[in-house]
T-cell receptor, first 113, second 111 residues
Framework: NAGVMQNPRHLVRRRGQEARLRCSPMKGHSHVYWYRQLPEEGLKFMVYLQKENIIDESGMPKERFSAEFPKEGPSILRIQQVVRGDSAAYFC???????????FGEGSRLTVL | GQQLNQSPQSMFIQEGEDVSMNCTSS?????WLWYKQDPGEGPVLLIA?????ELTSNGRLTAQFGITRKDSFLNISASIPSDVGIYFC???????????FGTGTRLQVTL
């Protein structure tokens, strides 16, 4: 998983602020996934993107959350007007194709005060 | 939605012992994956299984894709302290391309 780069590793925000999490996939991977993990729980799928396209966002909350994967640059997960319940670890994963093995980054840990 | 149940939830074993954990699903999966997660880190892929009945090894780890495609198990032989962590199974239907993760098995190894 060393190839998937996420930043920041830790982010603290106050309620109502915006959080932006970045993910650079492994070289050669054009499929990016975002997952959320609450303490003591498994990972929950949020969104699947392929360059410039959202393929599946069935796990994304309808409001305040958005994701993009532009032609150039990293994938961004954006959370607007954060609330305490958004505190979690957000993991990005990439894949060379749209199925099978996913390779995960180290995660971004969001704390909302 | 799809659910993956892992058992046991946690295990305390002595160094050198063998470990077995399994994962069951209410749905059929086309791919089974096993990941290990250390505290504060992302999940690391251990083994990937692509065919029903497939048995695959990776060092001291062995995993099998159940014939019914609704279950998988992971065995660790001769455990060592660095095996400590949380083990997650994950299934992929191959259509939506998103993994469904299990609830995790927390492994503790005592010397």
């Amino acid at each position: 998983n060393a190839g998937v780069m996420q930043n920041p590793r830790h982010l603290v925000r106050r309620r109502g602020q915006e959080a932006r999490l970045r993910c650079s996939p492994m070289k050669g991977h054009s499929h990016v996934y975002w997952y959320r993990q609450l303490p003591e729980e498994g990972l929950k799928f949020m969104v699947y993107l392929q360059k410039e396209n959202i393929i599946d966002e069935s796990g994304m909350p309808k409001e305040r959350f958005s994701a993009e994967f532009p032609k150039e640059g990293p994938s961004i997960l954006r959370i607007q007007q954060v609330v305490r319940g958004d505190s979690a670890a957000y993991f990005c994963a990439s894949s060379p194709r749209g199925s099978g093995e996913l390779f995960f980054g180290e995660g971004s840990r969001l704390t909302v005060l | 939605g799809q659910q993956l149940n892992q058992s046991p939830q946690s295990m305390f074993i002595q160094e050198g012992e063998d470990v077995s954990m399994n994962c069951t699903s209410s749905s059929i999966f086309n791919t089974w994956l096993w990941y290990k997660q250390d505290p504060g880190e992302g999940p690391v892929l251990l083994i990937a299984l692509y065919k029903a009945g497939e048995l695959t090894s990776n060092g001291r780890l062995t995993a099998q894709f159940g014939i019914t495609r609704k279950d998988s198990f992971l065995n660790i032989s001769a455990s060592i302290p660095s095996d400590v962590g949380i083990y997650f199974c994950a299934g992929d239907t191959g259509t939506a391309s998103k993994l469904t993760f299990g609830t995790g098995t927390r492994l503790q190894v005592t010397l």
